[in-house]
């Protein structure tokens, strides 16, 4: 069946980048999701990427995807403290509509 | 645009108890999906709705069930509630029928003692 996994934890210094991974196992997937979850709240949309991309960049986050090894990355550059959180790679069901897979989260701590 | 609405933000029940939750769409938006949160198993899927109609449901026992109003406002409800049930319920919208776009609310927190 489905699954989506992710390392559970990322600690990076202020400034630098991070580099949140995912792997994926539903290759039909059109589109391939990151959401972010900040304490006490419920999930946002962070960005997403088709799947006929490779690349997808918004401001300071770039989407990297490989489809053959069904892998998916993200890379927030000059991480900030506000970026701490938990970033969640989401994938939906084949046939699914709006259903989604989601992985474990990677939680972001970033220190001084 | 107002967010996705969640109500209550917390309740507490105890084991037998039953408790309806209660999640108001963004404007315009059809579908609307519940998801259970617990450290657990993390974000598990329980039921989506469109116009109504259930299109999705997750693997959770029949104590767990859900509508949808003509206004797209949801509820879902968990009879017999058991320790494990405790947990955070998020309702999220979406302005397509399918793809996974989706605006969570923030959430309702159910403790069940």
């Known amino acids: 069946g489905e699954d989506v996994e992710q390392s559970l934890f990322l600690s990076v210094r202020e400034g630098d980048s991070s580099v949140i991974n995912c792997t994926y196992t539903?290759?039909?997937?059109?589109?391939l999701y990151w959401y972010k979850q900040e304490p006490g709240a419920g999930l946002q949309l962070l960005t997403y990427?088709?799947?006929?991309?490779d690349m997808k960049q918004d401001q300071r986050l770039t989407v990297l995807l490989n489809k053959k090894d069904k892998h998916l990355s993200l890379r927030i550059a000059d991480t900030q403290t506000g970026d701490s959180a938990i970033y969640f790679c989401?994938?939906?069901?084949?046939?699914?509509?709006?259903?989604?897979?989601f992985g474990a989260g990677t939680r972001l701590a970033v220190h001084p | 645009k107002a967010g996705v609405t969640q109500t209550p933000r917390y309740l507490i029940k105890t084991r037998g108890q039953q408790v309806t939750l209660s999640c108001s769409p963004i404007?315009?938006?059809?579908?609307v999906s519940w998801y259970q949160q617990t450290p657990g198993q993390g974000l598990q899927f329980l039921f989506e709705?469109?116009?109504?109609?259930?299109?999705n449901k997750g693997n959770f026992p029949g104590r767990f069930s859900g509508r949808q109003f003509s206004n797209s406002r949801s509820e879902m409800n968990v009879s017999t509630l058991e320790l494990g049930d405790s947990a955070l319920y998020l309702c999220?919208?979406?302005?397509?029928?399918?793809?996974?776009?989706?605006?969570f609310g923030e959430g309702s927190r159910l403790t069940v003692l």
């Open positions: 709705y469109f116009s109504e109609t259930q299109r």
């Open positions: 989401a994938e939906p069901l084949s046939g699914g509509y709006n259903k989604l897979i």
């Open positions: 990427i088709f799947s006929n991309m």
């Open positions: 539903d290759s039909s997937s059109t589109y």
């Open positions: 999220a919208s979406s302005p397509t029928g399918s793809g996974g776009e989706l605006f």
């Open positions: 404007s315009g938006h059809r579908s």
